[in-house]
């Protein structure tokens, strides 16, 4: 297992691809889930599967030959058996079986023998049919995941043929022959069938969208990086997973690093997110300049004793109200550069260089510049998922003031780096620690839910194993 994947990353990293900063694991369990699913989709397929007409020749040794055509044939009853399915690393996809199932057919005759004409109908069964259909897994070049058939073999233990109606005497003496015949055709159709539903399954893995717009500001990448990897246990993808900026797109000067995932069998999914992903979305805001807020008194709380006006920053800064008296303030406060989220077993670090720009606001609406301020601030998160939630909590480790420019002559930072980080402690980090403890709904599809969902934070990645749940109105796949 490990060695098919170091050899994909190392040929990735020779040909300057880029590693996956997603992995999805589809484990033995998930298959075995998913399977049921498909039974009833293939089932469902080969109730509607239509014959084409038969006709042929059984020449007689002295008569001359009977000409018999049978039409309208349909599947009457099919009794499945339990499919089985399992990873099949020697053409790197799937094996499916269905052993032993039975298919009941009904049909119209007619046979001509000379001047004799007959017809009627026909019943068939087909006993201990099996069905065994290998499928490759592959990508294509857009990164979308393929499925092509391999093979599909079908064998059939026993045939039981009934012709009715006038003259079906006609018949009845060459019913081993017709066996044969008709059994090889349906055998045949069976495989179309499945031809078929790989056909269409893969049309639609084709159609599925590989970026995504997740608001107005940031596109998802997500096409595979590679062939995806079977072993005996599981399937592995690997998907780009890399946020673009909209307006701003471009590459940022970092890229993901190789991770593994640990499969876990007790889950039906394992997935891992490298911090690449979100740090690709901090570098897309960051390169688009969403990064930045113009804080003034009205988004200050009533209840701060500190408020945004040379007169309330007296006592942090003495030279500001006597130069500029009773004026509001304004902070321009910004990203100098994009926010870098590394993450550690059990912890997740957000290290924001920031900086402040402070204005005055003159009577006539001029913004006359004051001082300039570099804030250093390192958080330190945890992040883990509740009952179908993802929730987490922050606590702020450093923060640091340097004064960096200033128009109004040199003051002391110490007092008003205890009121930043006050201001932190009491306003910021409860707002975003009331958002986290409420959590976030982790993403589910009309289709499928999220369950029993564990998230673990790891060196370079998080690491989220998951149960799914198929909805029921959903399960067929059209
Ligand atoms: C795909 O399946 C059909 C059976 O329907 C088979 O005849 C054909 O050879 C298969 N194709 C490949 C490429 O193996
Ligand atoms: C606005 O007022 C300030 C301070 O009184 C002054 O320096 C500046 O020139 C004025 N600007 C305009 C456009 O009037
Ligand atoms: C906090 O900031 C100070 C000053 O920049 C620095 O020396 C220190 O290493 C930082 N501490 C942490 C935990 O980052």
Known sequence: MLLPIMITALIFCTYGEKNPAVQVILTNKGLQYGKNVAADWIQEKLEFV?????????????????????????????DFAEPSIEFYQDVSGLKMSIVGFSI??????????????????????????DLVSVVHL???????????????????????????????WILQPFVKHLKARIKGQIEGKLCDAVEELIVNLDRH???????????RDLILDLPLTGQPVIDASSLRLGFQGEFYSIKRP?????????????????????????DFTFNSASFGYFSADLMQIFIDDSMIPPRSPVHLNTRSLGPFIPQLPKMFPDLPVVLHTYARNFPVFSFHPGAITLNLP???????????????PLFKLHVDSNFKGKMWTDDGFLKGSVTMDNFTLTLVATVIGPFKIAALENLGKMAMKMFVLPHINDKLSTGFALPQTTQALLV???????????????????????????
């Open 50 to 78: 239509t014959f084409p007409d038969m006709d042929g020749e059984i020449p007689l040794s002295f008569l001359g030959h009977i000409g018999y055509t049978l039409t309208g044939v349909t599947i009457a009853k099919c």
């Open 104 to 129: 009941a057919l009904t049909g119209a005759w007619r046979a001509h023998c000379g001047i004799i004409y007959g017809s009627g109908f026909f019943d068939m069964a087909l006993f201990g049919v």
């Open 452 to 478: 029993n969902s564990v998230l673990t934070v790891e060196e370079g990645f998080v690491a989220f194993r998951s149960d799914a749940k198929l909805q029921p109105s959903d399960r067929r796949l059209s």
């Open 250 to 274: 471009k590459e940022p000067p970092f890229e993901a690093q190789p991770f593994m995932v640990p499969e876990n069998p007790a889950y039906m999914l394992s997935m891992g997110l490298s």
């Open 205 to 215: 893995l084709q159609a599925m969208n590989v970026n995504f717009q997740v608001n």
């Open 354 to 368: 920031g900086a402040v720009k402070a204005f005055a606001i003159q009577p006539n609406a001029t913004w006359t």
């Open 138 to 168: 592959g990508s294509d070049a857009d990164g979308h995941l393929s499925l092509t058939n391999v093979s599909c073999d079908t064998q059939t233990r026993d045939v039981d043929l009934r012709f009715y109606g006038g003259s079906s």
